[in-house]
Each structure stands twice: as structure tokens, then as C-alpha cells.
């Protein structure tokens, strides 16, 4: 039998447990588009007293939820200020100005993932005839790209009380935001507090096979949905869907700490390894991102090195790799993984294994296509 593979490359690789399959063939179900499906409805209450906010919306992605989102937010013309790392930004095709005409006003992020606010105060356009009016400030938490951080409570209030200062709304792509409230070990509700509305995802680490939600005030709610319907997210029996979310609330969001742990122990592993680049003291949830130390190895020879020992991450830039703990991922998998990375790193140095694997057509199947690894991440 082929070993398993140890896939970090993403916790939206996970699989539905047996439970959520479960769920899904006994959900009750109707028309969601006719508000009959009663099973996305209990969902839908369930998400929205969790957040602390008034409705929420079932969408089928993490994607329709911040565009949705941004489009109820914004008027045509309008301009929305964002991390230079965000998600929204950087892995959403430009959706809000291609079809909302919605400005994004970059700022860059802290390495923490926080937009600091001296650089939003500095942004934000005067009321004025010329200017773009400055309609909402979007945040991640956690945030992918800055490996995982995790928002302070400290900063989340600081930026809402400014944010009020200026009568701007704050959405947060709250993509894994469970994984923030298992960080901070406070109830979900003290974090979504702070912000206007929140997007967040049942299929990520919470292992539901689709969806996200949309939560915040109701007249907000009810703008959501019509853009959901627009963009043809209007989905019939989608209870086969919110089965499987609500065991992602109730159930997965309590082990989320499994996860964690997990990560830090990789991030300990790799920091012991002559080749691997990484500060340990910055992972804080599920996500670990190292570099990979100057030598001949390239990012395409490490992964395909790994791939080789049945272990897979992904080139997350130039040098840099990203690893993603979840629930099939186990505390053995990750000392088999540290033990690969290890191998690979040495074979890297004895530069005949490189030549051989590029010999034999090993390093050309398509890691990298030309693009930036950035670019290219899913
Ligand atoms: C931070 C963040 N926001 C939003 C999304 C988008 O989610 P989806 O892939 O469901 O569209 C992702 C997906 O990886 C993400 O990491």
C-alpha cells in the first residue's frame, strides 16, 4: 500500500468528517431561495447568535462572502482601504472594482497583520468633490498571509474606536477566525464585537466540505443576500450544506487548539534545522511559514524533494514556504514531516540528488509556472 501523504499545504483540503456526511444525508431540506430550507435557516440563526449580530447569510464561498459584503458596504466609486497582504486584496480577482466599482486603497500591512492606525488615519480621503469616498476598512483575522497572526483584542478595539471616529464601518475576513478565538481563548462574540460585519468559512479548518457566512446588522444582511442573488449564489436545497456547518461550529471549533499545538511543534522542529529560516515566536495558529536558507536548493527542488517523502507544502514566495496544521493532520505527521524537511534539506546539499531528480524530469511538473508564487497560491 502507497504510505499516506502528509498534505499541509492547505486546511481547506480537509475532508468532511464521518459525522458531517452523516448530517448531510439526514438534513432536513427546502427551497433556501424561497427561505424554506430549514435546516440553513436554523444555520443561519445559529451563526448570527454566535457573532453576537443581528442576521447572517449562508454563501457558498469565503470570496462571495467579502464581495457581497463590500458591495453592500460601497456605492459605485467608493474606495475601500486594505492590507497590501490581504486575502481580499491580493487572491479575489479584483472583484469589487471589476463589478462594483469599488476602489481598493492599499495599506501595508504590519508584519503582525494589523493595519496600523496611523497609516488609516493618513488614508482616509477628506469629504471633497475629488476624492474617492473612503467607505470601509477591511481586516483579516487570522491572517493568512502574515502567517497565521493573530489580531489583539487591544488592537481590535483601538481600530473600531477609531473607525467610529470617522463614521466608517470595519468588515473582517474572518476566514479562520475560530482559529483567532482558540489563540486568544475567548468566546467568538469578543472578537466579532469590534467589527460592522464579519465573513467567515465552514470549509476551512472547521472541515466543512462548502460554505461561508455573512453576518452583521439586518438592513446590511438584506444587501448581502440580494448581491448573493445577483452573482448567482442563490442556492436550493443548501441544508446538505448547512448540516455539515453547523457540526463545523458546534464540534470543530473545540479542537481548533489541536491544531495549534501542531503547528508550533513543526515550527520548533524546522527551527532546529541547519537550512530552515523561521522566528517559532511568530506562529500563533495553524499556519507556518519558513524560509528556506540561500543555497542551490530551489523552492520547486525542496517541494518536489518533499513530495517525494509523501509530505506537500506550497511556495508561498520567493523562499518562503507555508505549512497548514488541521484535523487529519496528526502530532506523528508532524515529526515525520520535520524528519522530511530535514532529509530534504541535507540532500539539497549533496547537489547530485538535485541534478539526478532534474535528470529524470522530477522538477518540471508544474510547481512553478512562471508566475509569482504569490500568484500563483490557492
Ligand atoms: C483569509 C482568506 N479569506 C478568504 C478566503 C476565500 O475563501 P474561498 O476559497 O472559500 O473563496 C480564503 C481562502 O483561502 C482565505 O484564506
Same mark, same amino acid.
Given at each position: 500500500?502507497?504510505? +499516506? ?12 468528517t ?16 424561497y ?12 451563526? *448570527?447568535?454566535?457573532?453576537?449580530? /443581528? ?27 486594505v492590507?497590501?497582504?490581504? #486575502? &481580499?486584496?491580493?487572491?479575489? =480577482? ?6 462594483? @466599482? ?18 488609516l ?25 502574515? %502567517? ?30 475560530f ?7 475567548v ?20 472541515? =466543512?466540505?462548502? %460554505?461561508?457566512?455573512? *453576518? ?5 444582511? /438584506?444587501?448581502?443576500?440580494?448581491? +448573493?442573488?445577483?452573482? @448567482?449564489?442563490?442556492?436550493?436545497? =443548501? %441544508? ?14 473545540? +479542537?481548533?487548539? /489541536? ?16 537550512? $530552515?529560516? &523561521? ?30 517523502? #509523501?509530505?506537500?507544502? &506550497? ?16 502530532? %506523528?505527521? $508532524? ?13 539539497? +546539499?549533496?547537489?547530485?540528488? &538535485? ?12 510547481y @512553478?509556472? @512562471? ?8
Amino acid at each position: 500500500m502507497a504510505p +499516506r501523504t502528509v498534505d499541509l499545504r492547505s486546511d481547506t483540503l480537509t475532508h468532511p468528517t464521518d459525522a458531517m456526511r452523516e448530517a448531510m444525508a439526514k438534513a432536513p431540506v427546502g427551497d433556501d431561495v424561497y427561505a424554506e430550507d430549514p435546516t440553513v435557516n436554523e444555520l443561519q440563526e445559529m451563526a *448570527a447568535e454566535l457573532m453576537g449580530k /443581528e442576521a447572517a447569510l449562508l454563501v457558498p464561498t469565503g470570496t462571495m462572502g467579502n464581495l457581497t459584503a463590500i458591495l453592500a458596504h460601497c456605492e459605485r466609486g467608493a474606495e475601500i482601504l486594505v492590507g497590501d497582504e490581504a #486575502h &481580499i486584496y491580493v487572491y479575489e =480577482a479584483g472583484g469589487a472594482s471589476a463589478l462594483g @466599482g469599488v476602489a481598493y486603497h492599499v495599506i501595508p500591512n504590519a508584519p503582525n497583520g494589523e493595519l496600523p492606525i496611523p497609516a488609516l488615519q493618513r488614508a482616509v480621503r477628506p469629504i471633497d468633490q475629488h476624492a474617492a469616498r473612503t467607505s470601509l476598512i477591511c481586516i483579516e483575522n487570522t491572517h493568512n498571509r502574515c %502567517g497565521g497572526a493573530v489580531l489583539s483584542l487591544q488592537y481590535l478595539a483601538d481600530l473600531k474606536k477609531f473607525a467610529d471616529s470617522r463614521g466608517l464601518p470595519v468588515h473582517m475576513d474572518g476566514a479562520r477566525v475560530f482559529n483567532a478565538a482558540a489563540a486568544l481563548d475567548v468566546h467568538i462574540s469578543e472578537i466579532a464585537k469590534h467589527v460592522t460585519t464579519i465573513q467567515f468559512c465552514l470549509s476551512k479548518g472547521l472541515a =466543512a466540505p462548502i %460554505g461561508s457566512m455573512v *453576518a452583521g446588522p439586518k438592513d446590511f444582511i /438584506e444587501k448581502v443576500h440580494r448581491w +448573493r442573488k445577483m452573482l @448567482g449564489g442563490g442556492m436550493r436545497q =443548501a %441544508g446538505v450544506i448547512a448540516a455539515p456547518g453547523m457540526l463545523a461550529l458546534t464540534d470543530m471549533t473545540k +479542537r481548533l487548539h /489541536e491544531d495549534h499545538e501542531n503547528a508550533t511543534l513543526l515550527a520548533e522542529g524546522l527551527s532546529k534545522i541547519d537550512g $530552515i529560516v &523561521i522566528d517559532k515566536a511568530t506562529v500563533h495558529s495553524n499556519i507556518v511559514l519558513f524560509v528556506l536558507a540561500p543555497s542551490d536548493l530551489s523552492e520547486d527542488e525542496f517541494l518536489v524533494g518533499l513530495k517525494q517523502q #509523501h509530505v506537500r507544502m &506550497i511556495q508561498f514566495g520567493p523562499r518562503t514556504i507555508r505549512a497548514v496544521t488541521h484535523w487529519q493532520i496528526s502530532e %506523528g505527521d $508532524i515529526r515525520a514531516s520535520i524528519d522530511a524537511v530535514a532529509a530534504v534539506v541535507q540532500q539539497g +546539499r549533496s547537489s547530485g540528488i &538535485i541534478s539526478a531528480m532534474k535528470h529524470i524530469g522530477l522538477l518540471s511538473n508544474g510547481y @512553478g509556472n @512562471g508566475r509569482p508564487a504569490s500568484i500563483t497560491k490557492v
